[in-house]
């Protein structure tokens, strides 16, 4: 029974971690790409802040989305902390063509 447990929760994770890995893990360069390429006006990404050093890893991921967006002819409109129970979790950044 044991074993059954651990073989559906492993094929349970590799169904539901694909998913998550292209919602939460796209790079911001490739955001700017596609954003680009659609011809968005405006478009809000996730920029994670949980792993690694908060304060320095967070702002160098600031750093390379604004570099990127800003290669396509972004602006930054908003960038919008978010915390959960007290921790910095990421930011929500939005960016506008001018």
Request: aromatic fraction near 12%.
């Amino acid at each position: 029974m044991r074993t059954f447990s651990l073989a559906l929760a492993v094929a349970l994770a590799s169904l539901t971690l694909p998913a998550h890995a292209a919602l939460f893990e796209k790079k911001p360069e490739l955001s700017a790409q596609e954003s680009a390429a659609a011809n968005l006006p405006a478009v809000t990404i996730w920029i994670d802040a949980s792993w690694g050093f908060r304060n320095q890893g967070a702002a160098n991921n600031l750093t390379k989305s604004h570099s990127a967006f800003a290669a396509h002819g972004y602006k930054v409109l908003s960038v919008q902390p978010y915390i959960e129970n007290g921790d910095l979790q990421g930011f929500f950044v939005t960016y506008q063509k001018p």
